[in-house]
């Protein structure tokens, strides 16, 4: 059975990533690996690491039989990944390896960028992030990339949640303000990242009236407790089957987020609490990504 990691990432310092957003990205490391008894980060210290290397990723999702991958274009908060850095790591496993782009849609040639990445680069979907880069996702103005995403037919990643540079805009992170344009782009396909934590519950309210809205469970096994409280929520709204599996890689490998999810359970073993169902668990990781690509 295939599994699918929809959602990784490819860059290195100090090409793609400022000081002050590593900085920031170290001290967020530190709590989440003292809260998890240390386990699942392939980050290390020491900046010059390069843990997010194409080398590295290779390796860090062997347990996937597919791989989304990614950079980030926010230089609003210091991240700055070229485009053809990822069509030239696809073009290394074309097979196995899916590259999707990232275009910021305030730019005044948004739509120009992302006709060049996918005719021109090869990509196959778009990842964009409000509180990165800095834009409102209620203004209509904002949509014309994702008009643009329908006519093409392709996917959208999109973090709408929390997140830790200082830089970032938290105001446009929470996800019921993608309400305006899911409900005027009903055909567009969209995966909210990371089930939009902390503001989970929300995006289970969203994705239940949103025929096209999907979110992902990547870097939640972090936090055990909230994990199984999402997933729980999910259960018992009916939307496990729009939950789509991916690491976020390099914060975990494949095999790590695969791990994070069949023990789910765990923090409530020995309690009467409600469990999550392994065949639904197994459908996340095996099926649910065949409903965004169109194949169930």
Known sequence: MTIVDIHTHVFWYPDHLSDELVDDALAAKRVKAERSGGKAFLQREDRHANDALPEVHHSATAAADRVVVFGIRAKAVGFNVPNEVIADYVRTDPTRLEGWASVDPTDEDCVEQLDHCVTELGLRGLKVAPVYQHWDPTEPRNWRLFRRCVELDIPVMIHQGTTYPRRARLEWGKPLQLEPLVMALPELRMVIAHLGHPWEEDVVALIR????????????????????????????????????????????????AIEGLRNVNRVVDGTPLPRVPQDVIEAILHENWERLYGLR
């Open 209 to 256: 009236k949103a025929p096209n809205l999907y979110t992902d469970v990547s870097a939640l096994h972090f936090r055990p407790w909230r994990f199984w409280q999402a997933m729980i929520t999910a259960y018992e709204y009916g939307v496990t089957h729009k939950l789509i599996f991916g690491s976020d890689f390099p914060n975990a490998s494949t095999a790590d």
